[in-house]
């Protein structure tokens, strides 16, 4: 593999979130966004064969579909019939990985997809709201993809809206514990970031090229765990982009993030 000089922060936001998927086997990847969807895609080609995705409507695919317009000559390798009813089953037995954009992230991993600011009975701002999030997260495992690292993100206190569990002993559904809960990757412009630190405390796990560490608590309202010498984010490999070239004809991961941090290409 030919590691590469000239990639974009989309590209290795792309590349590290891949990884959240990789050796899982036969687990459903749902991508929710252009970035998580290329991710899991990405993981479908090289590191977990086995991972299993939909054409987001009613087919399992053998290969994954190319975002944005296709040709019309194109043909999606459909595996398997995957209705609706059959996502609940999946869902609950545990054998799906979703990735997602939550608009707020607290200390607890718990996050907000539903509103900001205001009353329970008047938001000043409606999102998506909860939908399913609250299953999920109590389901299968869960990771997050964040554009922009900032303290409205990683918010001071508990978030607006709780739209999906977290490492919160608070807010456990009854018969439930910690263990239950599975956040694996959190992927931002800034940074690498899980819940593996001491008592499920956040912690940095990489740094984009020329990011600092204090730079990545300045833009974190709660502490970061912080331990050793903390790698830089493993550069894309010239295949891996070739292979999001594919995935992503129309180039749509270049209006995903705004601002490359130093010692990447905009």
Known sequence: MTVASDYTLAELCIVAASKAFADEGEVLATGIGVIPRLAASLAMKTTNPDLMMTDSEAWMLSEPNPIGKRGEDHMQANESWMGFSRIFDNVWSGKRHAMLGPTQIDKYGQTNTSALGGTYEAPKVMMLGARGFPGNSISHPNSF??????????????????????????????????????????????????????????????????????????????????????????????????????????????????????????
Do not use: W
């Open 145 to 266: 993809f964040v554009p922009s690292h900032n303290t409205r993100v990683f918010m001071d206190g508990e978030c607006d809206f709780v739209s999906s569990i977290g490492y919160n002993p608070e807010r456990l559904p009854k018969g439930h514990s910690l263990d239950d809960i599975d956040i694996r990757l959190i992927v931002t412009d800034l940074c690498v970031m899980d819940f593996g630190g001491p008592d499920h405390q956040i912690r940095l796990v990489s740094l984009h090229p020329g990011v600092t560490a204090e730079q990545v608590q300045e833009n974190t309202a709660y502490a970061v765990h912080i331990e050793g010498d903390i790698p830089t984010t493993e550069a894309p490999t010239e295949e891996q982009l070739a292979i999001i070239a594919q995935m992503d004809p129309h180039n749509q991961r270049a209006y995903q993030i705004k601002d490359n941090p130093p010692g990447v290409r905009s």
